[in-house]
Every structure is written in structure tokens, then in C-alpha cells.
């Protein structure tokens, strides 16, 4: 038996779950060998951005479909409040609908690219229309797949860096989970402005977290998804409103649209979206690391418990020592909001994973019918 799955992999193959209970569990792994490959490309990827992030008069933008356009998310304004340069995050599929919003021809434009198929048409698209519509432009392809077409068109070319993920990250499931987390860290190492040596070991000892978190958090999460929960709805602030949106997207896509499950920030919760609660409603809270942060995070958590109208509150995050000590916690870190989300992804992965097989569903293609698939399809591209 497996902590982390509570389910012997037998079981879990005849569930049609077994990939993604795999690629949940092994996350601890692939950040290692992340953390070994940037080692060793250091030099490689050095090169190539140059005095790029130090200067206030270039671009930076973080895009991606889907999942891959939370991790810019989660990234950006760390990134852009430790350079010069200006750092956004915009979907690819914003890009596309309205360049004329986002892109300037006369200002020098870095795009990073998160893919990890690299087959997404606003992916590739993405690429063609920047290169087409700005003047001086490079290309950061940050995917998990070398046969991919992102990274084939990216290859031999002098403006292109193709960054590829350790073997294993490619999600073989319908749900991005170990693709997601290796290259949010990827982009933080990447363009962080800390010495090179800590940002890479920053990587090794989140790993060592997640094996801990893992072990520890898996009864608890399992039978959690158990309940008969209708609606689900993840908060988090800053930084983790994006983490917010990507734990709620798992639930949405692992049980096929049949729990609704929604996202929003802890201060914004209370402008309307509150109305969502019932006694079928599981809130999570990502609490955040940040001073400012807490005391407005815990004010939620306070107010949610007391008025009793969701079945269960619970929240993910560090565990100060204090009495309000998370549900689901880990030992303080040095580490930013953004830096931790892929620890506190954890719980958000494994409930989904779980709340799934207690559906009757597949996790690993929720969708057999492919009404959705895992690459997305039918995107007609247009001048």
C-alpha cells in the first residue's frame, strides 16, 4: 500500500486512475532531477538571456493555454518586482483574440512558453504572432515534450531556447500535475534574481518537503474526498489566486464537470462569490507566507467557520506554531508564495484525483465520450 494513494496500484489500474495517482506521487522526483538538469544547463541558459531581465526597457511575458497560463500567473509579479524588465503573464489565448492589447512592436519581447505537450495550437500560434508583430523578439520554450512541436520549431533557431523537463513530467493522464509544478519551478529558478546555487537548491529542499507532505496528508485527503461534496471553492491571495484556479480546474476536469468547483481571493470572496456556499460546499484556503497576508486569511477562515454555512473549511499552508495551525500543514519555509505553490498543490491534486474515483469515474480520462481532450482540439487559428 502506498501512503500517498491509499490504493495499491492494481486497484487503481482497474479504477483507470493509475497514471495520475503515479504522476501526483512521483513530483518529489522530477523536482530532483530538475534541479540536477539546471545545474548542468546553467552555462546554456545563461547565455541566452543575457542582460535581458536587468533591462527596464524589455518585455517578458509568460504565457500558456489552460493550466500553463496559471503557472505565469503564479509567477509573474515576483518576477517583475525583482527586475528591471517588465514581467506580465497573459494566456495565449488572450494573445491571440486581442494582440493589439498586449503587444508592442517597438518594445523588445521575450516570450516563455509553458507547454507540455508543445501540440496546443495557441501554443504555436502564440510564437508566430509575436514574432510577426514585434521587432525584436526571443523565444523561452518551457515544455516537457522534445517530440513536441513547440520544441521542433524551436530547434537550430538562434532566437529560441528549448527547455526541456525531465523524462517523466509529460503527464501520460488527461490532468497537467508533475508537468504543471517542474516548470512553474523551472521559470522561477530560471529568471529568479537570487544567487543561481539557491535558487536550484531551493528546488532540492522543496522536493524533500513533498515527500513529507505527501506521506503525511494522504489519509486525511482521501477520506476528505470521500464526502459527498457538491461544490468546492479554493481561495488564496496574491500569488495563490492563481494556485486557486488550478487546483479548481483539477476538480473540474478529474470529475468531469460534476462537482462545481470555483476560485477567488480571500478579500474579494466577500464581494458575492460567498453566495456559492451551502452544506454541500467544501471551502480550502491557501494561506499565504506573506505578513500582510495572514492576518486577512485567518479573518476569512474565522468568519467562514462561524457563520457555518459550508460544510467544511479547511486550510492548506505553513504551521507558524500558533493556534491557528493549517489542516493540511508543513514546517515554516524561507520561501515566497509563489515558490510554495507547488507544495501546497499537493492537497488540491490528491483530492481531485480521489473525488474522482469516488464518482465512478476515470481519472485518467475523465472524458471518454472526448467531449474534452488532453490536447486540446477543434481551435481554428485566424489571421
Not at 493509475?18 to 506521487?25: F, G, K, N, R, V
Not at 504572432?129 to 523561452?140: C, K, P, Q
Request: proline letters at 5%; aromatic letters at 6%.
Amino acid at each position: 500500500m502506498n501512503d500517498l494513494l491509499q490504493r495499491t496500484p492494481d486497484d487503481w489500474r482497474r479504477l483507470g486512475g493509475l497514471d495520475t495517482a503515479e504522476e501526483i506521487q512521483h513530483q518529489p522526483a522530477i523536482w530532483r532531477a530538475l534541479a540536477d538538469e539546471l545545474g548542468a544547463q546553467r552555462a546554456r541558459i545563461e547565455s541566452f538571456l543575457g542582460d535581458w531581465l536587468a533591462d527596464p526597457g524589455r518585455r517578458v511575458i509568460l504565457t500558456g493555454a489552460g493550466s500553463s497560463s496559471y503557472i505565469g500567473e503564479i509567477a509573474a509579479d515576483e518576477l517583475d518586482s525583482a527586475w528591471p524588465a517588465q514581467v506580465r503573464a497573459i494566456a495565449s489565448t488572450s494573445l491571440l483574440t486581442h494582440p493589439a492589447l498586449y503587444l508592442d512592436a517597438e518594445r523588445p519581447t521575450l516570450l516563455v512558453s509553458f507547454a507540455r505537450s508543445g501540440n496546443s495550437p495557441e501554443s504555436l500560434a502564440a510564437v508566430e504572432l509575436v514574432r510577426r508583430n514585434v521587432g525584436d523578439t526571443r523565444f523561452l520554450n518551457i515544455t516537457c515534450n522534445a517530440d513536441g512541436d513547440l520544441a521542433r520549431q524551436g530547434e537550430d533557431r538562434d532566437d529560441t531556447l528549448n527547455l526541456l523537463m525531465p523524462d517523466g513530467s509529460c503527464d501520460r493522464g488527461f490532468a497537467m500535475t508533475s508537468s504543471f509544478s517542474a516548470m512553474l519551478l523551472a521559470v522561477l529558478a530560471v529568471l529568479g534574481r537570487d544567487a543561481w546555487d539557491t535558487r536550484v537548491q531551493q528546488i532540492a529542499q522543496l522536493a524533500q518537503h513533498a515527500e513529507i507532505a505527501l506521506q503525511d496528508w494522504a489519509p486525511a485527503v482521501a477520506a476528505l474526498a470521500r464526502q459527498p461534496f457538491e461544490r468546492i471553492v479554493y481561495l488564496g491571495s496574491g500569488p495563490l489566486e492563481a494556485l486557486a484556479k488550478e487546483a479548481a480546474l483539477k476538480v473540474l476536469e478529474l470529475t468531469s464537470g460534476r462537482v462545481l468547483a470555483l476560485a477567488n481571493t480571500c478579500l474579494g470572496f466577500r464581494h458575492g462569490p460567498k453566495s456559492v456556499l451551502d452544506r454541500q460546499s467544501l471551502v480550502v484556503v491557501f494561506r499565504s507566507g506573506a505578513t500582510i497576508a495572514q492576518p486577512y486569511d485567518q479573518d476569512l477562515l474565522d468568519e467562514l467557520r462561524r457563520d457555518q454555512v459550508a460544510a467544511s473549511v479547511l486550510a492548506v499552508g505553513a504551521d507558524h506554531g500558533d493556534q491557528a495551525r493549517p489542516d493540511f500543514a508543513a514546517p515554516p519555509l524561507p520561501f515566497s508564495d509563489a515558490w510554495l505553490a507547488p507544495l501546497w498543490l499537493l492537497m488540491a491534486q490528491q483530492f481531485a484525483l480521489h473525488k474522482s474515483a469516488a464518482l465512478g469515474l476515470t481519472p485518467d480520462n475523465p472524458f471518454p465520450d472526448g467531449t474534452v481532450n488532453r490536447v486540446v482540439q477543434g481551435v481554428t487559428i485566424h489571421s
